[in-house]
């Protein structure tokens, strides 16, 4: 005879009534870090106002209480811990947090842990396109107005130079709703289960192949989930262009710090939301907490800079194509990207368009002005270097040689806009090395000499006077960024030093400029030979950019 044996149900443990999410657990990618210190941001915002008295008791997460009270949630500098006060509060705790969290206002997307305060409705706007670009792509992602709303600003504080910006009106967006997925709808308690993690919450998460849908998708617990949808407060996101996003992971390794600091890296004016690449504006954020008193004792490792734009494979959405992870620079090399920035700044510009209202005799031609953002090619090539390591000018060859793949167009072109700027940045950037500074200042001599000689030979003959400085520039710059080899960019250096004659700087500093000469030099020279021809502003300088552009909107119609 055989005992039936008894199957005993195994005893499910109680719903938990808090939940904690620790900052270097297993699962804890640089993005949910960043999340969970958007989170911190978000709580001991919650905390302020409630010392103020700004804050309504019915928008509280958890049980009411004061600022008399401890709060339901404990923040330290690597765990946090939310406390529900009974299973069943879960739901409620949520829905109050996300409210507070992921608002709007004035049809715009509202992150109150962002920047606490005051920030004008540009700043909000130029920020929501960042995001559309990068967490808020799809559409079923976020309900936008059909028609674009226009917004005029004035950057310069100047009449006449109001930029009209279009944003389109947002009435709802996932992260609104975004406590549902944490809590079992039933039950109102902490979801048990794994929720999907998709690219609203997790830029380039996707599911890998439709066929295939559960063995590829991802999917996390809710203690990693909720970090995920804190990530939109814990990140930046800014817009190059109106259909390419970047996406910036500050790497977090203290809660308490990054709560406090997080503030510090949103821009707080128009202009400092331009940037022209990813290193860019890691940069500038760098250099805006800078100010900050301590941030030298508590500084962030480092930064990772995602771009995201439309590929020839997938146009209908913007994919991820370059990402660099950038250290903390050292205080030398945030010296020299401060001083790129403030020589080197985005400019509004202005262009006159024509417009023809009316038919036959009479029609009318109408001009008016139009003002819009122009990023620096120079700070974005100085920014790519300083986050790599490298001198800030490595590679000005490139940009004398290339062509930009948009505009399809020389990109020197557009460097001839930024001489001015260029000039005051290399008087006053620091230089590593003596050498690389007396090399700019060896061709600077060279070419004022040079071009002193042609005014001197064309006295009253201005368009010929020109046309051969022009041909004097073009000869070397062609000369230098020809050189394939050490010993070919040695002669053409030469032969433009020994044209000059003897100068000042040859007999004051040649025993420092022949090392700049050496075989392992001969590139980083070759780079400082073009940038002082690049940024050139003597006698002959003026009259030489101006034949260049001249040639250059030439080449543009042609």
């Known amino acids: 005879m055989t005992m039936a044996k008894k199957k005993t149900a195994k005893k499910q443990a109680p719903p938990p009534d808090h939940l904690t999410m620790r900052l270097f657990a297993p699962g804890m990618t640089e993005m949910h870090r960043a999340g969970l210190g958007g989170l911190a941001a978000t709580l ?16 509280l997460p958890g049980e009411p209480w004061d600022k008399d009270e401890s709060p339901p949630w404990s923040v ?27 608002d709007l206002e004035d049809d715009l997307l509202s992150l109150p842990a962002q920047y606490d305060g005051d920030v004008p409705t540009i700043v909000r706007a130029m920020i929501q396109q960042g995001i559309t670009l990068t967490f808020l792509q799809h559409g079923q992602t976020r309900k936008l107005a059909e028609k674009s709303t226009e917004l005029n600003y004035n950057p310069e504080g100047k ?11 947002c009435k709802s967006y996932k992260h609104q709703s975004g406590w549902k997925d944490l809590v079992d709808k039933k039950k109102g308690t902490l979801n048990s289960k794994t929720i999907e993690v998709a690219g609203p919450i997790s830029p380039g998460s996707v599911v890998r192949h439709n066929a295939f849908a559960s063995q590829t998708k991802i999917e996390e617990t809710a203690d990693l989930v909720l970090p995920l949808y804190f990530s939109l407060i814990g990140c930046l996101t800014r817009s190059i262009n109106r259909g390419c996003g970047v996406l910036i992971v500050p790497e977090v390794v203290d809660l308490l710090h990054f709560a406090k600091r997080r503030c510090r890296m949103t821009p707080r004016n128009s202009r400092e939301c331009q940037i ?6 890691v940069l500038q954020t760098m250099v805006r907490l800078r100010t900050v008193k301590d941030a030298s004792k508590h500084q962030l490792p480092g930064y990772h800079a995602i771009t995201f734009q ?14 660099v992870y950038i250290p903390a620079v050292g205080s030398a090399s945030l010296d020299q990207f401060e001083t790129a920035l403030a020589c080197l700044p985005p400019k509004v510009i202005s262009v006159v368009k024509k417009e023809a209202k009316g038919r036959g005799k009479s029609k009318e031609i109408i001009e008016r002005g139009e003002h819009f953002w122009v990023n620096s090619v120079v700070r974005a090539m100085v920014a790519e270097n300083l986050a790599r390591g490298n001198p800030w000018y490595s590679g000005f060859v490139d940009l004398m040689t290339k062509i930009d793949p948009v505009g399809k167009q020389p990109i020197r072109n557009k460097v001839l806009f930024e001489r001015k700027g260029l000039n005051e940045m290399i008087n006053k950037i620091q230089w590593q090395d003596r050498g690389e500074g007396t090399v700019v200042r060896a061709v600077h001599e060279a070419m004022r000499r040079r071009y002193g000689k042609i005014s001197s030979e064309n006295v009253g003959k201005s368009a010929a006077m020109k046309n051969r400085m022009s041909s004097e520039y073009d000869r070397w710059r062609l000369a230098f960024a020809g050189a394939k080899t050490p010993e070919q960019f040695r002669k053409s250096i030469c032969d433009l030093l020994s044209r000059a004659g003897i100068t000042p700087v040859l007999q004051s500093e040649w025993k420092v400029l022949l090392p700049m000469l050496d075989v392992a030099n001969w590139q980083q020279t070759r780079d400082l030979a073009l940038l002082a021809l690049a940024s050139y502003s003597g006698k002959g300088s003026d009259d030489v950019a101006k034949a260049l552009e001249e040639q250059a909107e030439e080449e543009e119609v042609a």
């Open 44 to 59: 001991k915002l919650i905390e302020r106002r409630v010392t103020d008295g700004t804050i309504d008791v019915d928008q």
């Open 76 to 102: 330290t500098s690597d765990s946090i811990t939310l406390h529900f006060g009974k299973p069943e509060g879960a739901t409620e705790f949520f829905e109050r947090l996300f409210a507070f969290a992921f």
């Open 159 to 169: 009449p006449g130079t109001e930029i009209i910006y279009e944003y389109k009106a």
């Open 276 to 281: 022209a690449g990813g290193s860019d504006a």
């Open 310 to 323: 439309p590929t020839p494979w997938a146009s209908q959405q913007k994919s991820r194509v370059h990402s």
